[in-house]
């Protein structure tokens, strides 16, 4: 059964709070259709300022859709959704513990023992002490506390944005076999912008950037949808990559200098909250 | 005059005792959550603007009751409260996940607040009240209905936030996940800046306008420097601010100070007189 269903999902920021961009750029996502089902990971791959973290932040319920409908068949509201952003949100100068931090998993309805912090802890192979303050983690650490609140919540969708980034390699690796175990129970949505991490632990994938979107089988992809997405991003990305040979591309000379409002220094024009 | 025994021997500083301590238990509470929020600019803010509702209420309260009527506390507190919410209701809607920083909007509040209710007691209100009084306090003048409405509201506080604490905890630390898990963090917020208005409006005639604001900041900044866990910070910050409670009325009787400013000074002295020590401590380990 499908675990969440996106139709015609659009985003636009208000007109009335940015008068001064253009219609075309205050859109930043145009009819995005796709599915994701429980045992699947579903990698989103795209430009920056392609939509991608402001698509996660749609399906999390902090921003509305300007049209479209996104459907969660296992869950009645937001909650069973997990949402590790980005940016690391922590208030460093608070000093909750992780068991206070795990303790409210389940809230509004009930608070989570300790003796199932500690099987959660150990389940994401977290090791420190339960009660540590969360400020003393890095950032692998944090989203595997992360994690262990999805294992808590018994959380159907997982969203990541980015989660490998500032991880070594091996972190990388750890972080990616993990959400395979948790993908048994939930479906896992997470965009990055490594594509060799992405080709070797997703599932599905999807390619973003605004009104463009392919969604298939990773065994799908090939390069001219990669160029389709990325556009002159791409001979950057084939040079920036690990083994650059992904998918045998070759270069080709940057047309693209202005494509559909990102720029190329890799400006970010990602959405932010306007709820 | 004896610095402990006068406490026994005059009512009006029994009051006053009784007072400050029932607006440190309540500050203590609100404190580390203020600080955390990082509320710190918005309490000072609101008790600015608290000048608009004593201004409006010094100015009616005459036509209401007589003067010299024992009602008259109450009715000015209550108007003080109901301006002081109608202002501060917009601007908790209005910092709530916004774009236009959080700062610039409490500045706003603060200097329209504030100016207008001077305006009005230029006004409407000479010699209908001292509001010297609110903006620096006046903890010897404490009625009993003063202290009655300050037990009620000390109650009614701990009860709204102990229930539900671990809530809070996680509204402070992380409002977004608090919203995605089904948390009514809308709710949270505009809940937290009308206790904040109660607190201050109730804690006026106690440290003054000006003063409150270190009754609202240095317990937390004490618990959140110094609990090891979120939790601990409300207990470290009542005890941090009970004993210095104590020790600046108990100072100020003696040394024959102003109440509300010894307290305030007490409080930045012994806070800065433990992180000396914790200094010290750290240096010689």
């Known amino acids: ?46 430009p920056n300022g392609g939509g991608k973290s402001t698509l996660l932040k749609l399906l999390a319920g902090l921003l509305k859709p300007t049209s479209g409908t996104i459907e969660y068949p296992h869950t009645d509201h937001q909650e069973g959704i997990i949402y590790i952003p980005q940016k690391d949100l922590r208030n460093l100068s608070y000093p909750i513990t992780i068991f206070e931090y795990l303790e409210s998993s389940r809230l509004p309805q009930d608070k989570v023992s300790k003796a199932q912090c500690l099987e959660a ?28 609140k999805a294992y808590l919540q018994k959380s159907k969708l997982i969203l990541m944005d980015e989660p490998t980034k500032g991880l070594d390699g091996i972190g990388q690796d750890k972080l990616l076999e993990l959400l395979g175990e948790f993908k048994k129970e939930a479906a896992v949505i ?37 160029e389709h997405t990325y556009h002159c991003e791409f001979e950057h990305l084939l040079i920036h990559e690990k083994g650059g040979d992904i998918l045998q591309h070759e270069h080709h000379a940057c047309l693209h200098h202005n494509h559909e409002g990102h720029d190329h220094d890799g400006h970010d024009h990602d959405g932010e909250d306007t709820k | 005059m004896n610095w402990l025994t006068d406490f026994i021997t005059f009512p009006f500083l029994q009051k006053a005792l009784f007072g ?7 500050c203590g509470l609100l404190s580390p959550m203020v600080v955390a929020k990082r509320f710190a600019f918005m309490g000072s803010s609101i008790a600015h603007g608290a000048l608009l509702g004593v201004s409006i209420s010094l100015a009616l309260v005459d036509f209401i009751v007589p003067k010299g009527n024992p009602s008259t506390s109450l009715l000015i507190f209550a108007i003080t409260t109901l301006v002081t919410m109608l202002a501060a209701t917009p601007l908790a809607l209005t910092t709530f996940r916004q774009k236009l920083p959080s700062d610039a909007l409490i500045g ?25 009084s609110y903006l620096f306090g006046n903890i010897l003048m404490l009625s009993t209905l003063d202290l009655s409405i300050l037990a009620l509201l000390s109650v009614s506080i701990f009860a709204i936030v102990w229930k539900k604490k671990s809530s809070w905890i996680l509204f402070l630390y992380d409002e977004e996940a608090a919203f995605i898990q ?12 009308l206790i904040l208005t109660l607190v201050i409006v109730s804690g006026l005639k106690i440290s003054g306008v000006i003063l409150i604001n270190s009754f609202l900041l240095i317990p937390g900044i004490f618990s959140l420097k110094y609990a090891p866990s979120a939790k601990k910070t409300f207990s470290y910050s009542i005890t941090f601010a009970l004993i210095t409670t104590l020790i600046g009325v108990v100072l100020a009787n003696g040394l024959g100070l102003g109440m509300g400013p010894t307290l305030a000074v007490t409080q930045v002295a012994i806070f800065l007189a433990i992180y000396a020590l914790y200094w010290v401590k750290a240096k010689i380990a």
């Open chain 1, 1 to 46: 059964m499908n675990t969440i269903r996106v139709k015609d999902l659009s985003f636009s920021y208000p007109a009335k709070e940015f008068e001064n961009l253009a219609d075309s750029d205050r859109e930043i996502l145009h009819k995005i259709t796709f599915e994701v089902s429980r045992g699947e990971i579903l990698g989103i791959l795209g």
């Open chain 1, 121 to 148: 802890i150990e389940r994401v192979e977290l090791k420190r002490p339960i009660d540590q303050q969360m400020s003393g983690l890095s950032g692998g650490e944090y989203q595997r506390v992360l994690l262990a």
């Open chain 1, 190 to 226: 997470l965009v990055d912008h490594n594509i060799a991490q992405v080709l070797k632990h997703c599932d599905r994938l999807l390619c973003l950037n605004k009104s463009f979107h392919w969604h298939d089988h990773r065994s799908q992809l090939n390069k001219d949808i990669l």
């Open chain 2, 20 to 26: 400050a301590i029932a607006l440190a238990l309540t």
């Open chain 2, 108 to 132: 706003l509040f603060f200097t329209a607040t504030m100016g207008l209710g001077l305006l009005i007691h230029q006004a409407l209100g000479p010699g209908k009240g001292d509001l010297m």
């Open chain 2, 182 to 193: 089904g948390l009514p963090t809308k709710r949270y917020h505009v809940l937290f800046f």
